[in-house]
């Protein structure tokens, strides 16, 4: 499942993380790829102590972010990484190592930091069986898809792109369970918020939670 979340963080929050970037190195983005990934990476990536509480930041928005829990049930938040690419810069088609920091990655997101107007290219493509996918967000949105997923980054042909790049442990490892549980979690949400019956949302209350018992890998 690929889902997009608009506004996950607010103006203040990515001006935020920009201007704490802005005081921080940027290396070659090769250092952090694997053999084949390295071959097609062009970007550069911010390094240091300094970008730690930066991370922080975005992992406490994330997990505290309601439908980014509901849609990824998260165990861990790997990274982020902060990448940029300037004019004529690319990632080529790869794939994310499935361990990183000795944790399996069941998902990958992308926390866009740059207003789309601001540059052209860019785009993060997905595969799929049936074609690919172009996604472009606004400054604070992310995109969410599975780690499994052959994926690259356009060229940059004008201006600069910066984004947040990180990685989810679920407690539900099948992508397949975990749209089960966000679909019923999604229905449960609205039956509460409408005011819908108690008994028919507390049965699928005992659902929910019991198919999460049931697949959940703690």
Known sequence: MHLAIAHILDPTGVDRIRSALAKVAFVDGCVTAGQLAGAVKDNTQAQGIDIEPVREFVRDRLM?????????????????????YGPGQSYGRHVDDPIMAGQRT????????????????????????ANEEAVK??????????????????????????????????????????????????????????????????????????????????
């Open 106 to 129: 069941d998902l990958a997101f992308t926390l866009f930091l740059s207003d789309p107007a601001a540059y052209e290219g860019g785009e993060l493509i997905t595969d799929s069986p």
């Open 64 to 84: 505290a972010h309601p439908v980014f829990s509901l849609a990824t049930r998260p165990k861990a938040i790997i990274g982020p990484t902060f990448s940029h």
């Open 137 to 218: 967000l606004s400054a604070g949105s992310v995109l969410i898809y599975p780690a499994t997923t052959l994926h690259r980054v356009a060229p940059v042909t004008r201006g600069e792109r910066l984004a947040a790049i990180g990685w989810i442990r679920s407690y539900v490892r099948r992508v397949d369970h975990r749209e089960i549980l966000f679909d019923l979690g999604t229905v449960l949400h609205r039956m509460i918020r409408h005011g819908n019956s108690k008994d028919d949302a507390d049965l699928l209350a005992k659902s929910v939670a019991n198919l999460t018992r049931l697949w959940c890998d703690d």
